[in-house]
């Protein structure tokens, strides 16, 4: 009859095919793009073009008293005679932020941190420029100004 050894290199051989031959072909096929979000870039409606067209973007730098960059440090933006603040981030590592408002007003940058005197500038959105960069020296509580 059949040798043992044999048997077993078929029957190895029959385990390591029969994935391959039973697995179906596999195809790369692109998912259908849903028409309305590919004209527009959202679900909303609104067209990409004009999604930030009155938009004006505040960018800044933080730095402590010494100039190294101060990574988190608190942002936050309100309207010029308003009180609650409606924007706020924070600085990443490099001290660096950008926040987009709406143009045609006047805001207040406040940059914050505990253990530092907060800083204050106003920024006028109100011109034909679409940006403004700001820069902050943060003190430490208690120091005297340089």
């Keep these: ?3 043992p050894r044999w048997i077993s290199i078929f029957g190895s051989a029959a385990l390591f095919a029969a994935p391959m031959i039973a697995a179906p072909t596999q195809e790369s096929v692109p998912p259908p793009a849903n028409k309305a979000s590919a004209q527009t870039g959202s679900s909303s409606g609104k067209k990409a073009s004009t999604r930030h067209q009155h938009d004006f973007l505040i960018k800044g730098t933080v ?6 960059s101060f990574g ?10 308003e009180k609650s603040f409606h924007w706020q981030s924070q600085a990443n590592s490099r001290g660096e ?3 987009r408002v709406v143009q045609g007003a006047q805001y ?8 530092y005197k907060q800083q204050k500038k ?3 959105a109100t011109g034909s420029e679409r940006i403004e960069e700001v820069v902050f020296h943060m ?8």
Aim: charged content about 30%; glycine content about 14%; overall charge neutral.
């Design 139 to 146: 003190e430490r509580e208690g120091s005297k100004p340089s």
């Design 108 to 115: 207040e940058v406040v940059v914050g941190e505990k253990g």
């Design 122 to 124: 106003s920024v006028d």
């Design 63 to 68: 730095f402590t008293a010494e100039g190294l």
């Design 1 to 3: 009859m059949h040798s």
């Design 97 to 99: 932020f950008a926040i």
């Design 72 to 81: 988190g440090a608190h942002i936050r933006i309100r309207k010029n005679g």
